[in-house]
């Protein structure tokens, strides 16, 4: 069985719909216009006679139509500024997201052969901006893939880190939103939020004295009076560098992985889709600095199926399958005795293979105000909070990127 799709004047018609199809079993029929010498009165809808089929398997009759209302919600959502609906959420989660998301991992580890190399990897570099001089290694003819080329280093030196500020930021991106966190609802963009609870999951790594306060934003500090927690997320486009790096003097001390969606993290699909962070994959690291608690959390998105994490050699995402018997989410206690691991503010931390998303949630003072705008683009490293008067200084070389 497939979808029979019938075309008119280059575009898609449908009763009904717009984009629209006709489900009509067995083939997927183009219309093709019968000759390019036919006069105006004989444009139109043609006859079965003109059509030519073209056997396609259901699924991809689906992926079209899923893709077809996609664009078409996307387009009727930017003029009417609201959110997609349930119904409409689910469709685009019907899309085989996770299945594309491994081909194209796959793709990306395949070997270009050494001639095609700097003609595939300029190109990229042109169509997402990337700055070619930053790299480590100029010779694009060294990068044997293109996935090899996106998770490049940088030159030692590319990226200083601020020596001053006790947090940097940990990649290269546009920050979406940045400010406290005052409830359990937390802003993903303006207007727009994403449940803490789900986001993070049960806090089993409490204390306590942390479990009788009234709301998770409050349960989550280690201080019960003078702080507050706050967040940060930055969004890390196809073309920026693709590691990140640790913001902080911090001890990681617990891994939770969520099996989840891949759905587009883009600013504008976040605009659309509330709670998109709590749907999607991700990898949330858990620990404590100067401050008290601190989180880092690497969403993964559609074709960033694969999140590599330095400390954390277990981490595997992306799986084809989840086993049926586990929880939605994995927990795991980092280090040799479980007693965490280290970071130094700068350190590499890890890294994705396409555009994603870094999420922050950190106990800070009440009075702490951090530096970035929202809708400001900013680098590894760069200061991240207003606190030190000698903020703008910076080591004359941050740590390698590799």
């Not at 803490?196 to 201080?223: D, I, K, V, Y």
């Not at 100067?290 to 559609?302: D, Q």
């Amino acid at each position: 069985m497939a979808f029979r799709l019938l075309g008119i004047h280059g575009g898609l018609r449908c009763a009904g719909l717009q984009p629209a199809l006709l489900l009509q079993p067995p083939r997927v029929a183009f219309l093709r216009h019968a000759s390019a010498k036919s006069s105006k009165g004989e444009q139109g809808w043609r006859s079965t006679q003109n059509l030519r089929y073209l056997r396609l398997p259901l699924g991809v009759g689906f992926v079209l139509l899923a893709v077809l209302q996609w664009r078409h919600i996307r387009q009727r959502l930017e003029k009417e500024e609201e959110h997609a609906k349930d119904w409409e959420i689910t469709c685009y989660r019907l899309m085989p997201l996770r299945a594309l998301s491994r081909v194209w991992g796959w793709a990306m580890e395949k070997e270009v052969p050494k001639f095609a190399r700097p003609h595939l990897f300029s190109w990229y570099a042109t169509a997402f901006g990337c700055d070619l001089n930053e790299a480590e290694e100029p010779n694009l003819a060294a990068y044997s893939s293109l996935g090899q080329f996106f998770g490049r280093s940088l030159k030692h030196g590319a990226r200083p880190i601020n020596c001053n500020d006790l947090l940097v930021s940990p990649a290269d991106g546009r920050v979406l939103q940045v400010g406290p966190v005052t409830g359990s609802r937390v802003e993903q963009v303006k207007g727009v939020t994403y449940s803490l609870e789900a986001f993070l999951g049960e806090p089993n790594w409490m204390s306590e004295t942390q479990w009788g306060r009234p709301t998770l934003a409050r349960r989550l500090l280690h201080n019960e009076r003078g702080t507050r927690l706050y967040q940060c997320v930055i969004y890390l486009a196809p073309g920026d560098y693709h590691r990140f790096h640790s913001p902080a003097e911090w001890r990681v001390n617990f891994r939770r992985h969520f099996q989840g969606e891949l759905l587009s993290v883009n600013p504008m699909v976040a605009r659309l889709i509330p709670d998109l962070f709590s749907l999607n994959e991700r990898a949330v690291y858990v620990g404590s600095w100067k401050h008290g608690f601190f989180s880092l959390t690497a969403v993964g998105a559609t074709n960033v199926g694969s999140i590599r994490v330095y400390c954390d050699e277990e981490l595997r995402t992306n799986q084809p399958r989840w086993p049926r018997h586990q929880q939605r989410h994995k927990d795991t206690y980092l280090g040799p005795t479980q007693e965490g691991v280290p970071m130094a503010k700068g350190q590499l931390f890890g890294e994705f293979k396409l555009g994603s998303t870094v999420v922050l949630l950190f106990e800070a003072p009440e009075d702490f105000h951090l530096r970035p705008g929202i809708g400001e683009r900013i680098l590894v490293g760069q200061p991240m909070s207003l606190c030190d008067p000698d903020a703008a200084k910076v080591t004359p070389d941050g740590p390698k990127t590799d």
